[in-house]
């Protein structure tokens, strides 16, 4: 119905940057908020960031404030995390995922999204 696919993940050495881009296909929708999350093995898949459709409202996990940011091309279909400053504990699968409906403050409740990519492994070296 929905296929979100991420990808610029890599390797990179720790103080380096990467872009992540999800681009969507199939059935879209007109209004939906997008988040980043990512997991690792073993541990509870934690919220990163998110941007509601307009683009006027993101939020982020304070981990990563004032290193990442989120944001969307609404007539490309993509959102993108720019990540910089990065650091070993950045290391996961990055996954995007969409909520749709929502055109307001974006949520931190991965419950909430309903679709979501396959991943994109990102890896920080020290």
């Known amino acids: 119905q929905v296929q979100l696919v991420e990808s610029g993940g890599g390797l990179v050495q720790a103080g380096g940057s990467l872009r992540l881009s999800c681009a969507a296909s199939?059935?879209?929708?007109?209004?939906?908020?997008m988040g980043w999350f990512r997991q690792t093995p073993g541990k509870k898949r934690e919220f990163v960031a998110g941007?509601?459709?307009?683009?006027?409202?993101?939020r982020y996990a304070d981990s990563v404030k004032g290193r990442f940011t989120i944001s969307r091309d609404n007539a490309k279909n993509t959102v993108y995390l720019q990540m910089n400053s990065l650091k070993p504990e950045d290391t996961a699968v990055y996954y995007c995922?969409?909520?749709?409906?929502?055109?307001?403050?974006?949520?931190?409740?991965?419950?909430?999204?309903?679709?979501w990519g396959q991943g994109t492994q990102v890896t920080v070296s020290s």
């Open positions: 995922a969409a909520d749709p409906g929502r055109t307001s403050q974006p949520t931190v409740d991965d419950n909430e999204y309903d679709y």
């Open positions: 941007i509601n459709w307009g683009g006027g409202s993101t």
């Open positions: 199939g059935r879209t929708f007109r209004n939906y908020a």
